[in-house]
């Protein structure tokens, strides 16, 4: 490509320091990315460069062109430096915010083919294969992201490493109590000595167990978890379009009794003619509310029904988007409804 397509990797280099790269190569790695992106990165800092560009003539250079040169020297190095460094910044989060929400479902997904997993490994050992040969001969294409962090970690045992440092290295990659604990049992019981396929068939059944728990546990707080769905979706778009149309009546009342002529009740016509809350605001304002209730009821949802607050971060989409129409619906009937007191 030409000059490697602008130099995108040369510049993801440079702003990625040596003594950091290792741990964002092993960061990288949880979320299933081999190669660090320095292209993704370099483009980043000519997104960000980009967007201060534009932001600096349409925006900020108007508003001090006809200053000294002084005042436009400080002004211009001012926004060169913090725009970029807050857009690459925001850019970084969100980067950030990718790659961890990834680490969590591909975390999610080992931990639901664990249990079948572990009772191919179990019934390979009930055959009479050494433990190592058990683990390569379990793995199955549908394991998805475990088979390959298995494949790796009998990788190195078949190399020479010892098979509880390679079991360990693997469980320590990820933030998982339940793969940490399964395995740390698995292989304390290879060095006690005992039956490790009996062993392992009692952390299947405990698995399992662990499942039925929290099958139960999610559908004990459904009713739960209805109830701030309701709130949600249909409540509060109810109860700010009934406010919004409270406004309106009262800003309609107030212009009809400025036309009355005597004194008391102009008195009376002012305190209701001046109304502070302009419509179109607190409109905006309203639609703004149900946005961030949106995001946190989600989030609430998913920590009653899943006991983590990440995976509702699919669901905020669909409350933003079932908020906002129900609102507008109900803007719509509440308009025709009550239309007839505003005239």
Known sequence: MNLKIIFLEEFGRAFIPKKFRPHLRQYLLKAGIVEVPYRIIGGMFYLSILATLIIYLLKVYPLFEESGLVKVFFYTLGTWVALPLGFASALALIFYFYLDMKIFNRTKRMEEVLPDFLRFVAENLKGGMPFERALWSAIRPEFGVLANEVRLAAKKVMTGEDVDEALREFTSKYDSPTLRRSFDLIIEGMKGGGKTAYLIDRVVEDLEETRELKQEMNATNLSYVIFVSIIVL??????????????????????????????????????????????????????????????????????????????????????????????????????????????
Do not use: C, H
């Not at 179109?280 to 509310?289: E, G, H, I, V, Y």
């Not at 029904?305 to 906002?324: C, D, E, H, M």
């Open 234 to 343: 249909a409540v509060a778009p109810a109860l700010f379009t009934l406010s919004y149309q409270f406004l309106m009546i009262l800003i309609s009342i107030g212009g009809r009794l400025e036309g009355v002529q005597t004194q008391g009740v102009m008195d009376f016509a002012m305190n209701f003619g001046n109304v502070a809350l302009d419509p179109d605001s607190f409109k905006t304002f309203s639609r703004q509310a149900l946005g961030v209730l949106s995001v946190f009821s989600a989030m609430i949802i998913s920590q009653i029904s899943r006991g983590n607050i990440k995976g509702g971060i699919k669901y905020i989409p669909v409350f933003l988007a079932i908020t906002q129409v129900i609102y507008i619906g109900l803007m719509w009937v509440a308009d025709k409804v009550f239309g007839g007191l505003m005239t």
